[in-house]
């Protein structure tokens, strides 16, 4: 069953997604027959990307999708960690 310790566990770790999922890291991309080359961009919104260094046909701006899922995991991990640590034995009266 759950207490209102682990809802709000389960809230705090909602949240924490919520906002790993809106601000995300971009890699710079340049494409071109001879290399492909990455760097990164930085955090910025999801629905407002950074600019591509130049708007040459070759370069863009992609999500950092690893960098995305790491931190996900590891808040995933921890609140399943929160919700299953969490144990409220009933007190001793005495």
């Known amino acids: 069953m759950l207490t209102l310790r682990r809802k709000k ?4 770790g909602t949240a ?12 710079y991309t340049l494409y071109t027959s001879d290399f492909h ?3 990164p961009a930085g955090y910025y919104l999801i629905f407002d990307p950074p600019p591509p260094e130049s708007r040459n046909d070759r370069y863009g701006v992609k999500v ?6 790491i931190p996900m995991v590891i808040v995933v991990g921890a609140t399943i960690a929160g919700v299953v640590l969490t144990d409220e034995k009933p007190r001793k009266q005495g």
């Open 16 to 27: 924490c997604l919520g906002l790993l999922a809106s601000y995300v890291p971009w890699t």
């Open 64 to 69: 950092d999708v690893p960098r995305v899922i």
């Open 37 to 39: 080359r990455e760097k």
């Open 9 to 12: 566990i389960i809230w705090a």
